[in-house]
């Protein structure tokens, strides 16, 4: 089975500096990756993915992410975060099955400090 | 184009009672979705549909927990009776597989945030 780790609850960054989110990963056999979004009373939305090829993968609103095979790791990255950044993001593996679904992590809130 | 409808947004009961939340998927998808997200938590899969068929519900609670989706496109999930402890956010989502890899972009409705009493 899958499990996904986000280390940090909550991340607290000043608006323009840059951020990561953490993420790990276990699983016994090759996985695919994603960060969703989630800001306050809305669904979740698709930032990225990381299904095959290159191990930087970018995504929307200027987010990107680097997958380490050797550190079953998913880092999430912004070099300039904006107020409108503030939400909930998670972390999600699925395997490379056809009948396995996402596995969610426990998410990490963004906190934009003016 | 419309994304993925849920209603109601909010819903508040009285525990033992039963409750219904209704998911309109993205026109043309072919799978659905039901999660629980309980608070500070990630989503949960309760149920999974290809067209009509669950495929996956092994996280349904199914004592006490129901779905349907009729004709392959609207889908009703229900708790009769509900607990203290369903307090959470229903979310829909559906997506359009057509193969390997699964679940490689599921849209998500707004959820209903559903508080037992």
């Known amino acids: 089975a899958q499990s996904v780790t986000q280390l940090d609850s909550q991340v607290p960054v000043f608006e323009e500096a840059p951020v990561e989110l953490r993420c790990n990963y276990s699983s016994s056999v090759s996985v695919y990756l994603f960060w969703y979004v989630q800001y306050p009373n809305q669904g979740l939305q698709l930032l990225l993915k990381?299904?095959?090829?290159?191990?930087l993968v970018k995504g929307i609103n200027g987010f990107e992410a680097e997958f380490n095979k050797s550190q079953t790791s998913f880092h999430l990255r912004k070099p300039s975060v904006h107020i409108s950044d503030t939400a909930e993001y998670f972390c999600a593996v699925s395997a490379m099955n056809r009948d396995d679904k996402i596995i969610f992590g426990k998410g990490t809130r963004l906190h934009i400090l003016p | 184009e419309a994304g993925v409808v849920q209603s109601p947004r909010y819903k508040i009961i009285e525990k033992k009672q039963p409750v219904a939340f209704w998911c309109n998927p993205i026109?043309?998808?072919?799978?659905l979705y039901w999660y629980r997200q309980n608070l500070g938590q990630g989503p949960e899969l309760l149920i999974r549909y290809e067209n009509e068929e669950a495929v996956d519900d092994s996280q349904l609670p199914k004592d006490r927990f129901s779905a349907e989706r009729l004709k392959g496109v609207d889908s009703t999930l229900k708790i009769q009776p509900a607990e203290l402890g369903d307090s959470a956010v229903y979310l829909c989502?559906?997506?359009?597989?057509?193969?390997?890899?699964?679940?490689?972009?599921?849209?998500f409705g707004q959820g209903t945030r559903l508080t037992v009493v």
């Open positions: 989502a559906s997506s359009l597989d057509q193969g390997v890899p699964l679940n490689t972009e599921a849209f």
């Open positions: 026109s043309g998808h072919n799978t």
């Open positions: 990381y299904l095959s090829g290159s191990t």
